[in-house]
């Protein structure tokens, strides 16, 4: 299942048992700048993450990295403190941003909504991996 986990406990809940593998998307720890860029609270996300943590699912986060946005060393540490005391977690999937989304947009008159953006470097995805390694996280690139 991949979620973002944006959803009301109970119909996660409902799913649990009969899902194999939570695809769990955890963009901004902020609320204001969560918020600001996906134009929800991130509450939610963090309370779901955490019950199904609890409730023994299997759990991968996935952190889709994108400059300027996310990729910040306080929404870093944040993250890597939160899921670390999760300690049910599979691993954290550091996905790097890409455009392919752009045309998709494109298509559905969101022209803009992904513009500036690019990936990020090799360099830094070795600087964010080694950063939530350095919690005692297991990290993958790519997903």
Do not use: Q
């Not at 400059?67 to 944040?78: F, K, L, S």
């Amino acid at each position: 299942m991949d979620t973002c986990g944006y959803a009301p406990w109970k119909a996660l809940d409902s799913i649990r048992e009969y899902t194999d593998l939570f695809l769990y998307d955890l963009k901004l720890m902020d609320d204001r700048r969560h918020s600001k860029h996906t134009g929800a609270a991130n509450k939610k996300v963090i309370d779901n993450l955490e019950r199904l943590a609890i409730s023994g699912a299997k759990v991968i986060v996935r952190y889709a990295v994108i400059p300027g946005i996310n990729d910040d060393e306080e929404n870093i540490r944040e993250m890597a403190r939160f899921v670390a005391k999760l300690k049910r977690i599979e691993r954290i999937d550091v996905l790097p941003y890409h455009s392919m989304a752009v045309e998709k947009y494109s298509n559905l008159n969101r022209k803009g909504v992904t513009a500036g953006f690019r990936p990020p470097s090799e360099e830094r995805l070795r600087i964010i991996v080694k950063a939530l390694e350095g919690f005692g996280l297991k990290v993958n690139i790519g997903g």
